[in-house]
């Protein structure tokens, strides 16, 4: 762009206008009142959102339609782009004399093309479109490519109550970068009090003998973003321990401090390194260790953990989306075995059985692609005397537009299914 006192639009009114609808359309998409939009049994939407009748190939055509166009709007502000500024300066040459001379003639120079106040506007005014344009063709890449975004989740009981949760870019983090459907539908069922172990404390009880039974020890696997921990923080009694919220990636453990800190949960929530095949080869070689046949292999060096003592484990362990994949199906299985309590949380009676016997409770999509992992979790499972004494499904959205049959289960140990 010349420097002149008469500076061109940079984009045309019509242009803008629909810049700015696919900025509204793409927040509507990530946000909750979206994913909370109706669902029938069959997954269909029972609220209209535009032309809901569009099929999966007419999405992808208007999503081609705005790509090219975005694209050509890039092309348009590369062409009335404002001047470069100056390239950075060699640190090698500053100390010699032809560099000296040369600066000194540029900053002359340089004085005497100062950019005006309506040219430096224009060039923020560039630089913010150039950045809303990006945003958007990012976001039709994927969610891997849109970018860090941080959502405020709320859970209609009374009161409100809300969290904000940051999910950070691809970049950021290559797992656990992004809060999952799964994670936001089990975090609804532990809002309205459906986890019967934490339900004397998520809503109002009718049941006295409830004030005997000790606040639970809760434990999130592969916490990711933290959705479910941090709700399950937010509405067990804050008396109680603390909830431990774990994974084992080193940027999803600064993502969990990130949100705890962003939802001032410092004080009761505890944030966990658990790598799961620790677990896992913890007890192979312990199992070695009592046959006396601990083999000298590459585990051989590593410290043998010892086994959790009953007062270690946990009354009530969450997960959603933790089982995508042939080799969690075991690793899964055996740190629920490891973590949950053997015995009843109280001895009771006159409380109800499910609310007294420990359990493990998992949210997951139902893919036709993972039907055989999903059954190699059932073996498992059922190997270390765990069994789903509880099961429901429900239609929910990911990110907003993928609709899933998501699968919700209850496991205890098998001999806690008789009081």
């Known amino acids: 762009m010349p420097v002149s006192a008469a500076l061109p639009s940079i984009l045309p009114a019509g242009s803008l206008l629909r810049l700015k609808q696919l900025e509204d359309q793409i927040a509507y998409k990530y946000s909750q009142d979206r994913i909370d939009q109706g669902l029938d049994q069959d997954g269909n939407d029972i609220d209209g959102y535009g032309q809901s009748d569009n099929d999966d190939d007419d999405d992808d055509r208007m999503d081609q339609t705005n790509t090219q166009w975005l694209l050509k709007q890039l092309a348009k502000l590369e062409e009335t782009a404002p001047p470069e500024d100056e390239e950075e300066e060699d640190e090698e040459l500053k100390d010699t004399q032809n560099y000296k001379t040369h600066h000194h003639l540029a900053s002359f120079t340089k004085k005497q093309t100062v950019e005006t106040p309506q040219e430096q506007a224009y060039r923020r005014q560039h630089e913010q479109l150039t950045e809303r344009v990006s945003s958007c063709l990012a976001h039709f890449c994927g969610r891997a490519a849109s ?158 953990l010892p086994e959790m003592t009953e007062s270690d484990r946990m009354d009530l362990i969450i997960g959603a989306e933790v089982v995508y994949d042939h080799g969690h199906a075991e690793l899964v299985a055996h740190v629920v075995d490891e973590y949950l309590k053997r015995d009843l949380i109280s001895d009771d009676q006159s409380i109800p059985l ?66």
């Open 147 to 304: 970018g860090a975004i941080t959502r405020t989740w709320t859970f209609r009981t009374t009161p409100p109550q809300s969290l904000q949760i940051h999910d950070p870019s691809f970049t950021e983090g290559d797992v656990g970068f992004k809060t999952f459907g799964s994670a936001y539908l089990l975090s609804k069922h532990i809002a309205h009090g459906d986890i019967p172990q934490l339900e004397p404390w998520t809503k109002s009880s009718s049941s006295t003998s409830s004030s005997t039974l000790p606040l639970p020890k809760i434990l999130e696997l592969g916490s990711g973003t933290g959705l479910v921990g941090f709700t399950a923080t937010l509405f067990s009694d804050p008396c109680g321990p603390k909830v431990t919220l774990s994974d084992y990636h080193p940027n999803v453990l600064n993502t969990l401090h990130h949100n705890s800190k962003l939802n001032h949960l410092d004080s009761r929530c505890e944030i966990k390194l658990l790598d799961w095949r620790d677990i896992l080869n913890g007890r192979k070689q312990r199992l070695n260790s009592w046959k006396g046949q601990q083999e000298e292999d590459s585990n051989s060096s590593a410290v043998v």
């Open 354 to 419: 499910q609310r007294r016997r420990p359990a493990f409770h998992i949210m997951f999509p139902i893919r036709p692609t993972h039907t055989d992992v999903i059954a190699e979790f059932d073996f498992w499972m059922d190997k270390m005397g765990l069994v789903d004494c509880r099961q429901a499904k429900e239609w929910g959205r990911e990110d907003g537009e993928t609709k899933f049959l998501y699968h919700w289960r209850e496991y205890v140990r098998r001999d806690h299914l008789e009081g």
